[in-house]
């Protein structure tokens, strides 16, 4: 069975950094690119972040590039957002998703999400 | 960036009816498509990709069509747990974009 479990949501200031964490489990981990997804409060859903099975190809979303790096670890089946820089605009649901392959690669599974509040 | 554009933003829908939603990108995304499902207080779920094939355990009741721009998903006949946030998102190129959403409630 497929399981995400993200951790590493708080409360933070703006300007402070966060490091999101998501462990995996019942599949290749290493096989598969990985994503991040939020969610703002009463909002809807906006991608985030992407990294390739091997780390070697990421993405980012316009709003946080610069601030926000993914990495993962293949070894202990777990993906990263480290988060710099946050603003009261980050305040969301972090999901972590594993992508699935069907010409291209889509968001198949999900955890449950992990709760970032930016605020003073 | 690709905008995807999701009508209408609410439904009100009689249990057992038809409810067809929609979703047009800015460009094309080829068959590129897929849709969520989301209840409150859970992550989305996955109802189909590749524009209209239904994702491992998805009843048949959930159907996808289109291609291109224009992109539909029918729910044939709604069913109280179909009660939920509907999203379809495009993953033809980055960066991935969701629509903002079509809400089925209760009529």
């Known amino acids: 069975e497929v399981q995400l479990v993200e951790s590493g949501g708080v409360l933070v200031q703006p300007g402070g950094s966060l490091r999101l964490s998501c462990a995996a489990s019942?599949?290749?981990?290493?096989?598969?690119?990985m994503n991040w997804v939020r969610q703002a409060p009463g909002k809807g859903l906006e991608w985030v972040s992407s990294?390739?099975?091997?780390?070697?190809?990421?993405y980012y979303a316009d709003s946080v590039k610069g601030r926000f790096t993914i990495s993962r670890d293949n070894a202990k089946g777990s993906v990263f957002l480290q988060m710099n820089s946050l603003r009261a605009e980050d305040t969301a649901v972090y999901y972590c998703?594993?992508?699935?392959?069907?010409?291209?690669?889509?968001?198949?599974?999900w955890g449950q999400g992990t709760l970032v509040t930016v605020s003073s | 960036e690709i905008v995807m554009t999701q009508s209408p933003a609410t439904l009100s829908v009689s249990p057992g009816e038809r409810a067809t939603l929609s979703c047009r990108a800015t460009?094309?995304?080829?068959?590129?498509l897929a849709w969520y499902q989301q209840k409150p207080g859970q992550a989305p779920r996955l109802l189909i990709y590749g524009a209209s094939t239904r994702a491992t355990g998805i009843p048949a009741r959930f159907s996808g069509s289109g291609s291109g721009t224009e992109f539909t998903l029918t729910i044939s006949s709604l069913q109280s747990e179909d009660f939920a946030v509907y999203y379809c998102q495009q993953y033809n190129d980055w960066p991935r974009t969701f629509g903002q959403g079509t809400r089925v409630e209760i009529k």
């Open positions: 019942g599949f290749t981990f290493s096989s598969y690119r």
């Open positions: 990294i390739s099975g091997g780390s070697s190809t990421t």
């Open positions: 998703t594993r992508m699935a392959y069907s010409s291209d690669w889509y968001p198949d599974y």
């Open positions: 460009q094309s995304v080829s068959s590129n």
